[in-house]
């Protein structure tokens, strides 16, 4: 089982980025795919970001190309980085495990981190 520690949030401006990290511990989780999830209040949790074990990304359209994701397996380490903020990327962050090595639905989610607060304000 991995466990996940999020990191990086914060309160910014509009227009400003952030890099959220999320460090893995456990048993390796190089052959897992990684996920970012957001959830804003009242809102259903949606998936931001994906990257599977090999590397090939995918992204919400809202936020392609401001946001990239990235794994470091070296670290066991993901990332979140966050270009030119809007007020509606305010959420509650979180990093996911999938049980799959290709997929990243929250049906396939093996662990959750706690969460990370991202505030943008206008």
């Known amino acids: 089982q991995v466990q996940l520690v999020e990191s990086g949030g914060g309160l910014v401006q509009a227009g400003d980025s952030l890099r959220l990290s999320c460090a893995a511990s456990?048993?390796?989780?190089?052959?897992?795919?990684m996920g970012w999830f957001r959830q804003a209040p009242g809102k259903q949790r949606e998936v931001v970001a994906a990257i599977t074990s090999g590397g090939y990304t995918s992204y919400l359209s809202s936020v392609k190309g401001r946001f990239t994701i990235s794994r470091d397996n070296a670290e066991n380490t993901v990332y979140l980085q966050m270009n030119s903020l809007k007020p509606e990327d305010t959420a509650v962050y979180y990093c996911a495990a999938s049980t799959s090595a290709m997929v990243v639905t929250s049906t396939r989610v093996q662990t959750w981190g706690q969460g990370t607060q991202v505030t943008v304000s206008s």
């Open positions: 456990g048993r390796t989780f190089s052959t897992n795919a």
